[in-house]
């Protein structure tokens, strides 16, 4: 009785299931042999990625797929990420791979904003009405009367993809929690304002001035420019003084007593702490927005 | 002696026109076509006017302060989104769906691509599009003009519902163009077109929508336009060329059928099109030779949707099928810089 | 014989699945059929029931009737209606045609004598909501109830509750109800002649 | 993304948010598009095109994670592809028999889940890679998650574009339905003004 | 051809903006101030910066070089005085922010600059005199630069050059930046000068032919040229052309396009096509060099502008600063103003008015709040709407607004995609834009953001 | 004559009355995915065009001489899908092999392309018409691939400006595509009806 039952089922769907067999088997040998003849030697990189990837194929990256999307993501890290379906865990294991790469030998290098004028600290000449950026502002002479100083127009800003930057009053700032070490800013910063520099410590002694003008002439554009004195360089070696400007040599910089009396010495106290391990940059509080209110002049 | 020196890129100079100077111009040059509106359509056209023009204002500014920016009201594109979108509407449409239409327009038509200047379609004819869409029955009923029919300037609320009760006996009006459809498909057009029928198209005594019936007020308004030197003639000049190119073809293939070409140049939105909705520079090409081939799009599929297609009207469908293509007639049409392309 | 042995390998999964995977499919058609075939035919005639007061099933007419519909032969399947004492209390069948904006699909009931049209209903339209939508309406439908077999005529204006071929269409989609009538009217004729050659109803005359 | 860890309750109960909210297939991986737009003009055939992306979900999920060791690299795809679509048949079957309405609408939308990206995305992602359980879970909640989204989506368009919920009347009766929130024009734009709005909620930029 | 088929040579694009050279146009070339300090910057060219070649408290005198190169593109310097060096030090410079001078406190006895004679320059003046050798050497010399604006070094300009060979010279007179009437004036007071160093310039390039092009708004100068140019009898294949009075005409391409109807290609240079372009008072700077053998340090200025007191045309030392310039005339009527070096569509505005004039400053524009307000302070500023007429007047034919917006938008190769390099930075389309758009202001900034790419890629 | 008209009208009504993205939701993955650049969105379109009608003609084929009136029917969205992912497979490795540049300007493409619906899609719409020519299957497939070229293209080109407008940061990328596609579909309206 049931077995009538199933012998009759299985007449009925016999041609069914020889039919999904010989598909099925059929494009298993196709493939099989195709994928044989017709290999193509790709890089074992991109290869890697590309098996780490969902191989979904959906386009959802903006590439054509996978294998693409592999390929552009070698060439620019900064394509990582756009993976939706693997998600994060995908991302990591690309990060994986592509940080074979870099071979990174050395500290971290991190970028330092070389001003320390916030809009109180610098004298204007002139009002700037036009393209709220650094690098329009700077093709104009004299924006503000110091011409090394930050515009703070925030170029470095914008060029930040990880929202590390901000121009509190005017200044450019690196919040190193999130600064990522991508040199963005510093290649967008028109002033050549923002070094990458070997973070050896968790904080970084900083000469946050880049002027060249003449003592006087700085004293007269700037609160906290570098007048080139000279009382830094006599207390450590680490620094030297040229064309008006003190420089510390951040490869060989170590903290110790002399670069400590060299930052309590500098009159304009231009020395500062730069770096994660920095307490609020140092900025004497808030009198000098007060004494230089109406800082502007013909 | 100088005590506040500015300072600013090069030029430090600038001409005489402004965004508000060239949407003025405009709302001037509808002042034409708006006339012709109250003299055939009195209260109606007020009511419809009046509410599209604020709600596009109130939907606009709300959309503003939603994005926390400063309001644009006072560049004035929204007043002439509102204006055309009215007089794109069926007189009697009712006001709410007016707002509907106009929300629609500057929410969806323009403040979602980044407001003023941002908009890849036309503000206007994307309201009227989702009004055509949602509803039908409204868009296809339409109004005697006053003169023709004296009872018009009463306002009745609740004609709309009356109508759609009398919908079986034919009760509501046709416009000419959906007489040439009847026309086409009753093979007769040629017939009983007359220079009476010509003439009323021109005054604009006919059924419509509101700015469409005035031939005479379009050009009026048209020629202000191009005298302020608003518009280019470029568009207007191939829309209503290539129309009157399909048009003419049709009827010299078969005048029996097809009516002349005359009509479809008076008759419908081509006129309002050609001077007022193909120009929205914000949504045409910038090169001549772009806008060239823009008008020739809109003219040639207006004409195709209209003799070929279902609907009697196609000014609306062809202005945003041509929208559509401007970033790649803009890309296949970049000017050339003097002196060939650099080998950089 | 490595190469046998090397697909085998990789792909016996993949065989036996499909196998499997084909049979479990064939099994739950086999199970389902009935019942698909049974849902078929009920969408039709469900219609057709609200038509055709008094009727207690549908019989398919066996015999092949092809109707010209825009040119193209058809093939058509007709039911007769039967009462529960088993007397002919009508005729459906379904017939399309093109609206305004795509197919327009109907199935249309005629009385016993195949003379008046019982009535029609929309089986799918895409036509616009509101506008040509508005034939499922019945101010529209009521117009084709107790209408002759035969030449339909739309008209502009008119009477709507005159039970005769004039159809008055609905303003704003006069194209729709054209269809509508056009559609009716010639699959209606058309199957009257059809049915009348094979006998199944009476000729005209002999009423 | 094989989930590791010790505490099986955590994995399940992150897979389950991962399905509803923090990876919902629609809002967040924007896969399976087109029958999230195709069948959201009513709640109806969403629910039920719902019930068959879980259905096909979870029995795939089933069977490839029960054979998920014997799976061969060259062949893995053309597995998957051929137990979704046994699953779709078999689901378009039971649709045609006990729901021959809504099978009609939803036409060949049901067939057409078996390139929705969701299910083979699961297969590769999760079931070939986890253990049962995670499977089921997982396969329950990317189905849900895909479920509700479609209903959301498909009583706002609902609401508007005929002023009623699952065919009940809502709107008063001077409410004139928007039939364009019926048509395609209405789908895209409920969808893009949603995702908006849920990018503005949990303060993603595109 | 005659005047009337002239008047029509033109380019396309460009645009007709307001001229205002009225309030310079009648006023005499006077001597400017006599100043308590010169600047003289030691970078005043296109090119590599001077050396000084003397030290603070040096006693320098009139004409003596005080800054030198041994580059290829580049011209000395002289002193405009006597005087001693104070220092050599940072000054501020229109386009280099700062940047070095030699700055000069000039004798107690130093007096205004006198107006240089004019008579030696006869009509009949006589250019087969000098070798073309001798002529190249005296112009290098005397550290000519184009005083048309951009300031490239002269000689270079007209060198022969084994690479370009030049066989048309043109000579640029259309002044065509409203505002500015220093070339008019020039040409109306010194045409025998200017004359004299056409003549110069064409022998030492080697140009079989000169084309004079000057506005058709300056027909006294036209006539005075044609005059001048003629009187000798032979014409010497030289010919003064008037073409249409439109902006920027005045720029070379623009210029070679309306006389010889030629395009240079686009990114290139006029030498591509055999032509070389000379402003008219470089051509007057030529003649006083070789003939005289005076170097460049001193030029005509146009101060002007409605918040000037009075202004005019002055014969300045190069150095002079903008400050004692505009209180020399006067000093400004408004407290809010814009100081201008050169006129409004393409000059420089300058925040601090210590900055000295050079070689390339033509004028000194002081524009009034009004005008400003007029232009791009008070005027609302909208988006794009894409009207298309920065398209339309755009000389080069490019799209300020795609380029503009892309700039904008950080996305630098569709900029370069859309031609940016091509761009001559005329203004044209910022002040065509009812938006009010920096277009210029958005293109300059995009083509340094290129540059910077460029210089970093090799890394 | 009558089958050329027939397969010209039918043509035009594929690409644009009944384009597959605006009217039948198909594909919008990849249209949502790869329409940012217009050189992608014309690649992915050729591969579209490409893959389309040669799975269109397949499945018809296999459609007619195996599975209509057989028992075998059931077995259609398996056999349909097998046939179309294995096909773009082994083209998608032999352009690979053989044709290197042509993989790389359109090649790239065709694996994106059996995840994407409108290939099924139009296979499943074909049987459901009733296509029953096999001229016309072909004729239509390739219309459906072209109307995806040009649906894509189109919103490549809008998108390309859009990166240049202030689209609120909410609204950027898929948001405002959809939206775009929306209004896009109610400009095809314009059509509907002009071929029945
Ligand atoms: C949005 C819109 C939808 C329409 N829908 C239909 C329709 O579904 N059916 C129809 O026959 N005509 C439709 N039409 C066309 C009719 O409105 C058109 O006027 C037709 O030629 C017949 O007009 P009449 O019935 O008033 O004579 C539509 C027009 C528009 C603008
Ligand atoms: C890189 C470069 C090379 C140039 N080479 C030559 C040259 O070889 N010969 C020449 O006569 N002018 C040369 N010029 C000068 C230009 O043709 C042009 O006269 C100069 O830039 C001033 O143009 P402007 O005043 O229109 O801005 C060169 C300019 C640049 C920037
Ligand atoms: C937009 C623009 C406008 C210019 N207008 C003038 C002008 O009116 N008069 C002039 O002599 N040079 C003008 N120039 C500079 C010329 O292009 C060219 O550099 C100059 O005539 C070369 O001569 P020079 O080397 O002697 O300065 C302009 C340049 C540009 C880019
Ligand atoms: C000549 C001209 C025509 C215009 N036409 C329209 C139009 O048809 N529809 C509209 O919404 N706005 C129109 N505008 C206003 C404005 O450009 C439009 O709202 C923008 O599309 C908004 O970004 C027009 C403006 C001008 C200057
Ligand atoms: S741009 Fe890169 S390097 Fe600079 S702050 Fe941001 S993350 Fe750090
Ligand atoms: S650091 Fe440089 S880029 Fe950043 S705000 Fe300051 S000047 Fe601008
Ligand atoms: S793009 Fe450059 S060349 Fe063209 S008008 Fe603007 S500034 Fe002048
Ligand atoms: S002139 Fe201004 S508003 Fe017009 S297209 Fe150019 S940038 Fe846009
Ligand atoms: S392409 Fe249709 S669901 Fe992805």
């Given at each position: 009785m049931i077995l009538a039952d199933v012998l009759d089922l299985w007449s009925s769907a016999w041609p069914a299931g020889v039919?999904?067999?010989?598909?099925?088997?059929?494009?298993?040998?196709?493939?099989?042999?195709?994928?044989?003849?017709?290999?193509?030697?790709?890089?074992?990189?991109?290869?890697?990625?590309?098996?780490?990837?969902?191989?979904?194929?959906?386009?959802?990256?903006?590439?054509?797929?996978?294998?693409?999307?592999?390929?552009?993501?070698?060439?620019?890290?900064?394509?990582?990420?756009?993976?939706?379906?693997?998600?994060?865990?995908?991302?990591?294991?690309?990060?994986?791979?592509?940080?074979?790469?870099?071979?990174?030998?050395?500290?971290?290098?991190?970028?330092?904003?070389?001003?320390?004028?916030?809009?109180?600290?610098?004298?204007?000449?002139?009002?700037?009405?036009?393209?709220?950026?650094?690098?329009?502002?700077?093709?104009?002479?004299?924006?503000?009367?110091?011409?090394?100083?930050?515009?703070?127009?925030?170029?470095?800003?914008?060029?930040?993809?990880?929202?590390?930057?901000?121009?509190?009053?005017?200044?450019?700032?690196?919040?190193?929690?999130?600064?990522?070490?991508?040199?963005?800013?510093?290649?967008?910063?028109?002033?050549?304002?923002?070094?990458?520099?070997?973070?050896?410590?968790?904080?970084?002694?900083?000469?946050?001035?880049?002027?060249?003008?003449?003592?006087?002439?700085?004293?007269?554009?700037?609160?906290?420019?570098?007048?080139?004195?000279?009382?830094?360089?006599?207390?450590?070696?680490?620094?030297?003084?040229?064309?008006?400007?003190?420089?510390?040599?951040?490869?060989?910089?170590?903290?110790?007593?002399?670069?400590?009396?060299?930052?309590?010495?500098?009159?304009?106290?231009?020395?500062?702490?730069?770096?994660?391990?920095?307490?609020?940059?140092?900025?004497?509080?808030?009198?000098?927005?007060?004494?230089?209110?109406?800082?502007?002049?013909? | 002696?100088?005590?506040?020196?500015?300072?600013?890129?090069?030029?430090?100079?600038?001409?005489?026109?402004?965004?508000?100077?060239?949407?003025?111009?405009?709302?001037?040059?509808?002042?034409?076509?708006?006339?012709?509106?109250?003299?055939?359509?009195?209260?109606?056209?007020?009511?419809?006017?009046?509410?599209?023009?604020?709600?596009?204002?109130?939907?606009?500014?709300?959309?503003?302060?939603?994005?926390?920016?400063?309001?644009?009201?006072?560049?004035?594109?929204?007043?002439?989104?509102?204006?055309?979108?009215?007089?794109?509407?069926?007189?009697?449409?009712?006001?709410?769906?007016?707002?509907?239409?106009?929300?629609?327009?500057?929410?969806?038509?323009?403040?979602?691509?980044?407001?003023?200047?941002?908009?890849?379609?036309?503000?206007?004819?994307?309201?009227?599009?989702?009004?055509?869409?949602?509803?039908?029955?409204?868009?296809?009923?339409?109004?005697?003009?006053?003169?023709?029919?004296?009872?018009?300037?009463?306002?009745?609320?609740?004609?709309?519902?009356?109508?759609?009760?009398?919908?079986?006996?034919?009760?509501?009006?046709?416009?000419?163009?959906?007489?040439?459809?009847?026309?086409?498909?009753?093979?007769?057009?040629?017939?009983?077109?007359?220079?009476?029928?010509?003439?009323?198209?021109?005054?604009?005594?006919?059924?419509?929508?509101?700015?469409?019936?005035?031939?005479?007020?379009?050009?009026?308004?048209?020629?202000?336009?191009?005298?302020?030197?608003?518009?280019?003639?470029?568009?207007?000049?191939?829309?209503?060329?290539?129309?009157?190119?399909?048009?003419?073809?049709?009827?010299?293939?078969?005048?029996?059928?097809?009516?002349?070409?005359?009509?479809?140049?008076?008759?419908?939105?081509?006129?309002?099109?050609?001077?007022?909705?193909?120009?929205?520079?914000?949504?045409?090409?910038?090169?001549?030779?772009?806008?060239?081939?823009?008008?020739?799009?809109?003219?040639?599929?207006?004409?195709?949707?209209?003799?070929?297609?279902?609907?009697?009207?196609?000014?609306?469908?062809?202005?945003?099928?041509?929208?559509?293509?401007?970033?790649?007639?803009?890309?296949?049409?970049?000017?050339?810089?003097?002196?060939?392309?650099?080998?950089? | 014989?490595?190469?046998?042995?090397?697909?085998?390998?990789?792909?016996?999964?993949?065989?036996?699945?499909?196998?499997?995977?084909g049979l479990l499919i064939a099994v739950t058609n086999a199970a389902l059929s009935p019942r698909?075939e049974?849902?078929?035919?009920?969408?039709?005639?469900?219609?057709?029931?609200?038509?055709?007061?008094?009727?207690?099933?549908?019989?398919?007419?066996?015999?092949?009737?092809?109707?010209?519909?825009?040119?193209?032969?058809?093939?058509?399947?007709?039911?007769?209606?039967?009462?529960?004492?088993?007397?002919?209390?009508?005729?459906?069948?379904?017939?399309?045609?093109?609206?305004?904006?795509?197919?327009?699909?109907?199935?249309?009931?005629?009385?016993?004598?195949?003379?008046?049209?019982?009535?029609?209903?929309?089986?799918?339209?895409?036509?616009?909501?509101?506008?040509?939508?508005?034939?499922?309406?019945?101010?529209?439908?009521?117009?084709?109830?107790?209408?002759?077999?035969?030449?339909?005529?739309?008209?502009?204006?008119?009477?709507?509750?005159?039970?005769?071929?004039?159809?008055?269409?609905?303003?704003?989609?006069?194209?729709?109800?054209?269809?509508?009538?056009?559609?009716?009217?010639?699959?209606?004729?058309?199957?009257?002649?059809?049915?009348?050659?094979?006998?199944?109803?009476?000729?005209?005359?002999?009423? | 993304?094989?989930?590791?860890?010790?505490?099986?309750?955590?994995?399940?109960?992150?897979?389950?948010?991962?399905?509803?909210?923090?990876?919902?297939?629609?809002?967040?991986?924007?896969?399976?598009?087109?029958?999230?737009?195709?069948?959201?003009?009513?709640?109806?055939?969403?629910?039920?095109?719902?019930?068959?992306?879980?259905?096909?979900?979870?029995?795939?999920?089933?069977?490839?994670?029960?054979?998920?060791?014997?799976?061969?690299?060259?062949?893995?795809?053309?597995?998957?592809?051929?137990?979704?679509?046994?699953?779709?048949?078999?689901?378009?079957?039971?649709?045609?028999?006990?729901?021959?309405?809504?099978?009609?609408?939803?036409?060949?939308?049901?067939?057409?889940?078996?390139?929705?990206?969701?299910?083979?995305?699961?297969?590769?992602?999760?079931?070939?890679?986890?253990?049962?359980?995670?499977?089921?879970?997982?396969?329950?909640?990317?189905?849900?998650?895909?479920?509700?989204?479609?209903?959301?989506?498909?009583?706002?368009?609902?609401?508007?574009?005929?002023?009623?919920?699952?065919?009940?009347?809502?709107?008063?009766?001077?409410?004139?339905?928007?039939?364009?929130?019926?048509?395609?024009?209405?789908?895209?734009?409920?969808?893009?003004?949603?995702?908006?709005?849920?990018?503005?909620?949990?303060?993603?930029?595109? | 051809?005659?005047?009337?088929?002239?008047?029509?040579?033109?380019?396309?694009?460009?645009?007709?903006?307001?001229?205002?050279?009225?309030?310079?146009?009648?006023?005499?070339?006077?001597?400017?101030?006599?100043?308590?300090?010169?600047?003289?910057?030691?970078?005043?060219?296109?090119?590599?910066?001077?050396?000084?070649?003397?030290?603070?408290?040096?006693?320098?005198?009139?004409?003596?070089?005080?800054?030198?190169?041994?580059?290829?593109?580049?011209?000395?310097?002289?002193?405009?005085?006597?005087?001693?060096?104070?220092?050599?030090?940072?000054?501020?410079?229109?386009?280099?922010?700062?940047?070095?001078?030699?700055?000069?406190?000039?004798?107690?006895?130093?007096?205004?600059?006198?107006?240089?004679?004019?008579?030696?320059?006869?009509?009949?003046?006589?250019?087969?005199?000098?070798?073309?050798?001798?002529?190249?050497?005296?112009?290098?010399?005397?550290?000519?630069?184009?005083?048309?604006?951009?300031?490239?070094?002269?000689?270079?300009?007209?060198?022969?050059?084994?690479?370009?060979?030049?066989?048309?010279?043109?000579?640029?007179?259309?002044?065509?930046?409203?505002?500015?009437?220093?070339?008019?004036?020039?040409?109306?007071?010194?045409?025998?000068?200017?004359?004299?160093?056409?003549?110069?310039?064409?022998?030492?390039?080697?140009?079989?032919?000169?084309?004079?092009?000057?506005?058709?708004?300056?027909?006294?100068?036209?006539?005075?040229?044609?005059?001048?140019?003629?009187?000798?009898?032979?014409?010497?294949?030289?010919?003064?052309?008037?073409?249409?009075?439109?902006?920027?005409?005045?720029?070379?391409?623009?210029?070679?396009?309306?006389?010889?109807?030629?395009?240079?290609?686009?990114?290139?240079?006029?030498?591509?096509?055999?032509?070389?372009?000379?402003?008219?008072?470089?051509?007057?700077?030529?003649?006083?060099?070789?003939?005289?053998?005076?170097?460049?340090?001193?030029?005509?200025?146009?101060?002007?502008?409605?918040?000037?007191?009075?202004?005019?045309?002055?014969?300045?030392?190069?150095?002079?600063?903008?400050?004692?310039?505009?209180?020399?005339?006067?000093?400004?009527?408004?407290?809010?103003?814009?100081?201008?070096?050169?006129?409004?569509?393409?000059?420089?505005?300058?925040?601090?008015?210590?900055?000295?004039?050079?070689?390339?400053?033509?004028?000194?524009?002081?524009?009034?709040?009004?005008?400003?307000?007029?232009?791009?302070?008070?005027?609302?500023?909208?988006?794009?709407?894409?009207?298309?007429?920065?398209?339309?007047?755009?000389?080069?034919?490019?799209?300020?607004?795609?380029?503009?917006?892309?700039?904008?938008?950080?996305?630098?190769?569709?900029?370069?995609?859309?031609?940016?390099?091509?761009?001559?930075?005329?203004?044209?389309?910022?002040?065509?834009?009812?938006?009010?758009?920096?277009?210029?202001?958005?293109?300059?900034?995009?083509?340094?953001?290129?540059?910077?790419?460029?210089?970093?890629?090799?890394? | 004559?009558?089958?050329?008209?027939?397969?010209?009208?039918?043509?035009?009504?594929?690409?644009?009355?009944?384009?597959?993205?605006?009217?039948?939701?198909?594909?919008?993955?990849?249209?949502?995915?790869?329409?940012?650049?217009?050189?992608?969105?014309?690649?992915?379109?050729?591969?579209?065009?490409?893959?389309?009608?040669?799975?269109?003609?397949?499945?018809?084929?296999?459609?007619?001489?195996?599975?209509?009136?057989t028992p075998l029917?059931v077995?259609?969205?398996?056999?349909?899908?097998?046939?179309?992912?294995?096909?773009?497979?082994?083209?998608?490795?032999?352009?690979?092999?053989?044709?290197?540049?042509?993989?790389?300007?359109?090649?790239?493409?065709?694996?994106?392309?059996?995840?994407?619906?409108?290939?099924?899609?139009?296979?499943?719409?074909?049987?459901?018409?009733?296509?029953?020519?096999?001229?016309?299957?072909?004729?239509?497939?390739?219309?459906?691939?072209?109307?995806?070229?040009?649906?894509?293209?189109?919103?490549?080109?809008?998108?390309?400006?859009?990166?240049?407008?202030?689209?609120?940061?909410?609204?950027?990328?898929?948001?405002?595509?959809?939206?775009?596609?929306?209004?896009?579909?109610?400009?095809?309206?314009?059509?509907?009806?002009?071929?029945?």
């Amino acid at each position: 009785m049931i077995l009538a039952d199933v012998l009759d089922l299985w007449s009925s769907a016999w041609p069914a299931g020889v039919m999904m067999l010989s598909l099925g088997g059929g494009f298993a040998l196709v493939l099989l042999f195709a994928s044989e003849k017709l290999r193509v030697e790709v890089d074992p990189k991109v290869e890697q990625i590309h098996r780490a990837l969902p191989n979904l194929d959906c386009g959802a990256c903006g590439f054509a797929g996978c294998a693409q999307y592999a390929k552009a993501v070698l060439a620019d890290p900064e394509l990582l990420g756009g993976c939706a379906p693997g998600g994060a865990a995908t991302s990591a294991v690309i990060a994986g791979v592509l940080s074979l790469q870099v071979s990174d030998s050395g500290p971290a290098r991190k970028p330092i904003v070389h001003c320390s004028a916030h809009t109180g600290d610098k004298t204007l000449y002139a009002r700037y009405e036009g393209i709220q950026s650094c690098t329009a502002a700077n093709a104009l002479a004299n924006v503000q009367a110091c011409k090394f100083g930050c515009l703070g127009f925030g170029d470095c800003v914008r060029a930040c993809r990880f929202g590390a930057l901000s121009k509190p009053d005017g200044l450019a700032t690196v919040d190193y929690d999130k600064c990522t070490g991508c040199t963005a800013c510093s290649k967008a910063c028109p002033r050549n304002l923002i070094e990458m520099v070997p973070f050896k410590h968790d904080r970084m002694m900083t000469v946050a001035c880049r002027s060249i003008e003449t003592p006087k002439v700085t004293r007269s554009m700037c609160k906290v420019g570098c007048i080139g004195c000279g009382l830094c360089a006599k207390q450590s070696e680490l620094f030297s003084v040229a064309e008006n400007l003190a420089r510390l040599d951040y490869r060989r910089y170590e903290p110790s007593e002399q670069t400590e009396a060299a930052m309590s010495k500098c009159p304009t106290k231009v020395i500062v702490w730069r770096g994660p391990g920095a307490v609020e940059p140092a900025r004497s509080g808030d009198e000098r927005v007060v004494e230089s209110g109406g800082a502007e002049d013909g | 002696m100088l005590s506040d020196i500015k300072v600013s890129c090069s030029p430090h100079i600038s001409g005489p026109l402004s965004t508000r100077r060239v949407m003025v111009d405009v709302i001037v040059a509808l002042l034409f076509p708006m006339a012709a509106a109250g003299y055939y359509f009195r209260i109606h056209a007020v009511i419809l006017i009046g509410t599209c023009v604020v709600s596009c204002a109130a939907a606009e500014w709300l959309c503003c302060a939603i994005r926390r920016k400063p309001s644009t009201l006072d560049d004035f594109s929204a007043v002439v989104t509102g204006i055309l979108l009215a007089l794109s509407l069926p007189p009697r449409i009712p006001a709410w769906a007016a707002v509907v239409g106009s929300v629609f327009a500057i929410a969806i038509g323009k403040m979602v691509f980044g407001g003023l200047g941002a908009n890849v379609f036309n503000p206007a004819m994307v309201g009227r599009a989702f009004l055509t869409a949602s509803f039908g029955m409204l868009m296809t009923t339409w109004t005697t003009p006053a003169t023709l029919d004296p009872n018009m300037s009463r306002i009745d609320r609740g004609n709309i519902i009356a109508a759609r009760e009398h919908v079986i006996r034919g009760r509501t009006q046709a416009t000419p163009l959906a007489w040439s459809k009847m026309a086409i498909k009753r093979r007769l057009g040629g017939e009983t077109y007359d220079d009476q029928f010509f003439a009323a198209t021109v005054t604009g005594e006919v059924g419509g929508c509101l700015g469409e019936t005035s031939a005479i007020a379009l050009l009026m308004g048209g020629a202000y336009l191009l005298i302020r030197r608003t518009i280019g003639f470029h568009i207007p000049l191939a829309v209503l060329l290539s129309a009157f190119v399909f048009a003419g073809a049709a009827y010299l293939k078969d005048s029996w059928t097809y009516v002349h070409p005359f009509f479809h140049l008076t008759s419908g939105g081509l006129l309002l099109g050609a001077f007022f909705i193909a120009t929205d520079p914000v949504t045409a090409p910038l090169t001549r030779r772009g806008m060239w081939i823009f008008g020739l799009g809109v003219g040639t599929l207006t004409m195709l949707i209209r003799i070929v297609g279902e609907y009697p009207e196609g000014v609306m469908y062809a202005v945003l099928l041509m929208n559509a293509v401007t970033p790649l007639i803009d890309r296949l049409f970049r000017s050339v810089p003097v002196g060939g392309k650099p080998n950089v | 014989m490595f190469r046998l042995k090397h697909f085998l390998e990789q792909s016996w999964l993949l065989i036996v699945s499909s196998f499997l995977f084909g049979l479990l499919i064939a099994v739950t058609n086999a199970a389902l059929s009935p019942r698909i075939e049974q849902n078929r035919i009920n969408k039709l005639n469900d219609r057709a029931r609200a038509l055709l007061p008094g009727v207690e099933r549908f019989m398919p007419v066996e015999a092949e009737i092809v109707i010209k519909s825009g040119g193209r032969a058809e093939r058509i399947d007709v039911y007769k209606a039967e009462s529960k004492p088993g007397e002919c209390v009508g005729w459906t069948f379904s017939a399309s045609g093109p609206g305004f904006i795509d197919k327009i699909e109907l199935v249309v009931a005629v009385d016993g004598n195949f003379e008046k049209l019982a009535g029609f209903d929309v089986l799918a339209s895409s036509e616009t909501a509101r506008v040509g939508d508005q034939i499922k309406e019945p101010f529209f439908r009521e117009q084709f109830v107790g209408a002759p077999v035969g030449d339909l005529i739309a008209v502009r204006s008119g009477d709507t509750s005159a039970k005769d071929e004039k159809i008055v269409t609905i303003s704003g989609a006069t194209i729709t109800s054209e269809a509508v009538v056009e559609i009716i009217s010639s699959s209606a004729k058309q199957i009257k002649k059809e049915l009348q050659k094979k006998g199944l109803i009476g000729d005209g005359e002999n009423r | 993304m094989a989930k590791t860890g010790k505490d099986k309750a955590g994995i399940y109960r992150q897979t389950l948010l991962d399905g509803l909210w923090r990876e919902n297939p629609v809002f967040r991986l924007l896969l399976g598009m087109c029958p999230t737009l195709a069948v959201t003009a009513a709640v109806r055939p969403a629910l039920t095109m719902g019930a068959c992306v879980i259905f096909v979900l979870l029995c795939s999920n089933i069977v490839i994670t029960l054979m998920r060791d014997l799976l061969k690299p060259h062949l893995r795809i053309l597995m998957f592809t051929l137990t979704i679509a046994t699953f779709v048949t078999i689901a378009d079957l039971f649709l045609k028999a006990f729901q021959p309405e809504m099978s009609e609408k939803l036409g060949p939308y049901v067939p057409l889940i078996i390139v929705n990206c969701i299910i083979i995305c699961r297969a590769e992602v999760c079931a070939s890679k986890n253990a049962i359980a995670v499977s089921v879970i997982d396969a329950l909640a990317m189905g849900v998650g895909f479920t509700v989204t479609l209903c959301v989506l498909a009583a706002v368009r609902e609401l508007l574009g005929s002023g009623t919920i699952l065919d009940a009347r809502v709107m008063p009766r001077a409410f004139v339905p928007w039939a364009a929130m019926g048509m395609p024009v209405g789908a895209f734009l409920t969808l893009g003004l949603l995702l908006g709005m849920v990018n503005y909620l949990t303060g993603r930029k595109a | 051809m005659r005047l009337g088929i002239v008047r029509s040579r033109s380019f396309r694009g460009g645009t007709h903006a307001a001229q205002k050279k009225e309030l310079t146009r009648e006023k005499p070339i006077e001597p400017g101030p006599a100043v308590g300090e010169v600047a003289v910057m030691l970078s005043q060219h296109i090119g590599s910066t001077c050396r000084p070649v003397v030290k603070k408290q040096d006693k320098v005198s009139a004409g003596q070089a005080v800054g030198e190169c041994d580059a290829f593109v580049c011209a000395p310097v002289h002193s405009p005085v006597n005087g001693v060096v104070r220092e050599v030090a940072l000054r501020s410079h229109a386009v280099l922010g700062r940047s070095m001078a030699v700055v000069i406190q000039p004798d107690p006895q130093e007096n205004p600059p006198k107006l240089p004679a004019a008579e030696m320059f006869a009509p009949d003046f006589d250019e087969e005199a000098y070798s073309p050798e001798q002529i190249c050497d005296a112009v290098l010399r005397a550290g000519i630069v184009g005083m048309g604006g951009a300031g490239f070094p002269t000689r270079v300009k007209i060198e022969p050059d084994p690479r370009f060979p030049k066989d048309t010279m043109i000579i640029n007179g259309c002044e065509c930046e409203p505002y500015i009437t220093c070339d008019y004036r020039i040409m109306l007071e010194w045409t025998g000068r200017i004359a004299a160093g056409i003549k110069l310039a064409k022998r030492a390039a080697g140009c079989s032919r000169v084309l004079v092009g000057i506005e058709d708004n300056k027909p006294d100068a036209i006539d005075a040229l044609r005059a001048a140019l003629e009187a000798g009898g032979i014409r010497n294949g030289i010919e003064v052309l008037a073409v249409r009075t439109k902006y920027p005409q005045g720029g070379e391409r623009q210029l070679i396009k309306a006389i010889l109807g030629k395009n240079v290609p686009a990114g290139g240079i006029p030498p591509m096509i055999g032509v070389v372009v000379l402003n008219v008072a470089t051509a007057a700077a030529i003649a006083e060099a070789v003939v005289c053998g005076r170097p460049l340090t001193h030029r005509v200025v146009t101060v002007t502008g409605e918040a000037i007191a009075r202004p005019g045309n002055y014969y300045v030392a190069i150095g002079t600063s903008v400050r004692e310039l505009i209180e020399f005339c006067g000093s400004v009527t408004e407290k809010s103003a814009k100081v201008v070096l050169g006129g409004p569509m393409m000059g420089i505005a300058v925040a601090d008015l210590e900055t000295p004039i050079t070689k390339t400053t033509g004028a000194i524009t002081v524009l009034t709040a009004e005008q400003i307000g007029k232009a791009k302070f008070e005027r609302r500023r909208t988006a794009c709407i894409r009207c298309g007429r920065c398209l339309q007047v755009c000389p080069e034919s490019l799209n300020p607004t795609r380029i503009a917006h892309a700039v904008k938008s950080n996305l630098i190769d569709e900029a370069e995609r859309n031609y940016m390099a091509a761009c001559i930075e005329c203004g044209c389309c910022s002040y065509v834009c009812p938006a009010n758009i920096e277009l210029t202001g958005y293109i300059k900034t995009g083509k340094i953001f290129l540059a910077r790419q460029k210089k970093r890629m090799p890394q | 004559m009558d089958t050329l008209q027939t397969l010209t009208v039918g043509f035009i009504a594929i690409v644009v009355v009944k384009n597959l993205v605006f009217t039948k939701f198909l594909g919008i993955c990849p249209y949502l995915g790869v329409s940012g650049r217009i050189d992608m969105a014309f690649g992915m379109g050729l591969a579209v065009t490409f893959v389309i009608t040669l799975s269109g003609t397949m499945t018809w084929l296999i459609d007619h001489l195996l599975l209509i009136g057989t028992p075998l029917e059931v077995t259609r969205y398996v056999c349909f899908i097998l046939v179309v992912a294995g096909a773009v497979q082994l083209v998608e490795m032999y352009l690979r092999k053989f044709f290197p540049s042509l993989y790389e300007s359109f090649g790239i493409f065709l694996p994106l392309i059996t995840t994407n619906c409108a290939i099924l899609g139009l296979c499943l719409f074909l049987n459901l018409w009733r296509v029953n020519s096999l001229l016309e299957a072909v004729v239509l497939s390739f219309g459906a691939g072209i109307g995806f070229t040009m649906a894509i293209c189109v919103m490549a080109g809008i998108r390309e400006n859009l990166k240049l407008a202030d689209v609120p940061a909410c609204l950027k990328g898929a948001p405002i595509t959809l939206i775009t596609a929306g209004i896009l579909a109610m400009a095809f309206m314009g059509f509907s009806g002009m071929i029945r």
